[in-house]
């Protein structure tokens, strides 16, 4: 019975670090994200959760869930997203950075 009640009390020490850590990993995806957007994305759409696109027939990212499931770009991103609007530019991301983007996309959608 002691034994478990240390054990226990262990965990409950360790939770708040992991948490901290997943959290400082959620935000530095957040942030790579948003860098990568901005970097590739951002001349002709609206990248953040505020801003009309500077090509007109370009979604804002934060409406792509109204015509998306958002974790269903993530194979598009890796493999070249060379669809939509037709003067499009074709991309591909390397995996870690297709996470990221996913996460940021998460981030800023209106609901």
């Keep these: 019975m002691r034994l478990i009640s240390v054990t226990i009390i262990v965990f409950c020490l ?3 670090g992991a948490a901290t850590a ?3 990993q959620v935000g530095a995806d957040l942030t790579r994200g948003q860098a990568l957007v901005t970097k590739q994305c951002a001349s002709c759409h609206a990248v953040g959760r505020t801003g009309a696109s500077r090509h007109e027939t370009a ?3 934060r409406t792509l869930s ?3 499931k958002i974790e269903a770009l ?3 991103l890796a493999e070249g997203l060379s669809s939509g609007h037709p003067d499009m ?6 995996a870690d950075d297709v996470g990221a983007i996913i996460a940021y996309l998460n981030s800023i959608q209106d609901r």
């Design 22 to 24: 997943y959290g400082q």
């Design 74 to 76: 993530e194979e598009a």
């Design 59 to 61: 979604p804002a990212f």
């Design 89 to 94: 530019p074709e991309f591909v991301f390397e």
């Design 66 to 68: 109204q015509r998306y």
């Design 14 to 16: 360790a939770l708040p």
